[in-house]
């Protein structure tokens, strides 16, 4: 079935830093690919999101891009801020639900 | 406008017992999630409801678990016989599901604990 793996956390980052979480998926077909994020004491809510391969989705100085074949879509910043420091899911939506299937999360900790 | 809203926000109960969880959507959007989360876990599907088709409850981890909801409204999630696996996070998402949007708004959850 459909699954998504990103990279083990903790991820402990030093101010303007460079980040890169990891996400690799496997499905069949195209699945639609997000970022979502949990700050803490928040609601999950959307980051970013690539619908077909090789669109790259932006938000807030991340990035990320849809690499059908190597079935990744690695989450980027160039420079990360103590207020980006939350729990990050890679997740894919396929078929006609919508229904989103997430990875296990990434902590990000930054420290000043 | 308001978010998706959940509540209770936290709810204990003992071993056994039932639980009802309740789910207000965004106005107006027409499909929603319910999403479990285990401690350190990403998130899990459950079931889906869009207008008034039937459900996708492919996602229900027994026959204990269930789900309701009216039309485009609120929706509870009801727990039977609770077990101590049942404790974790359960969030509840809405979308306008149409061909150029289907983000999902993610309520703040509700957290269970079964002792």
């Known amino acids: 079935g459909d699954s998504v793996t990103q990279m083990e956390g903790p991820v402990t980052l030093s101010e303007e830093a460079f980040l890169t979480i990891n996400c690799t998926y496997t499905?069949?077909?195209?699945?639609?690919l997000f970022w979502y994020v949990q700050y803490p004491g928040e609601g999950l809510q959307l980051l970013l999101k690539a619908t077909k391969a090789d669109d790259k989705g932006s938000n807030k100085g991340f990035e990320a891009t849809y690499r059908k074949e190597t079935t990744s879509f690695h989450l980027e910043k160039g420079s990360v801020q103590v207020s980006d420091s939350a729990v990050y899911f890679c997740a894919l939506s396929r078929g006609n639900t919508g229904k989103l299937i997430f990875g296990q999360g990434t902590t990000l900790q930054v420290k000043p | 406008g308001a978010g998706v809203s959940q509540s209770p926000s936290n709810k204990v109960t003992e071993k056994g017992k039932d639980v009802e969880l309740r789910c207000d959507p965004i106005?107006?959007?027409?499909?929603l999630y319910w999403y479990r989360q285990r401690l350190g876990q990403g998130l899990e599907f459950l079931i889906y409801?869009?207008?008034?088709?039937?459900?996708?409850k492919s996602g229900l981890p027994s026959d204990r678990f269930s789900a309701e909801r009216t039309g485009e409204s609120v929706s509870t999630l009801t727990i039977q016989r609770t077990q101590q696996e049942d404790s974790a996070v359960y969030l509840c998402?809405?979308?306008?599901?149409?061909?150029?949007?289907?983000?999902?708004?993610f309520g703040p959850g509700t957290r269970l604990t079964v002792l």
């Open positions: 998402a809405s979308s306008l599901r149409t061909a150029s949007n289907n983000e999902q708004f």
């Open positions: 499905a069949t077909g195209y699945p639609s």
């Open positions: 106005s107006g959007h027409t499909a």
């Open positions: 409801f869009q207008g008034n088709s039937a459900p996708d």
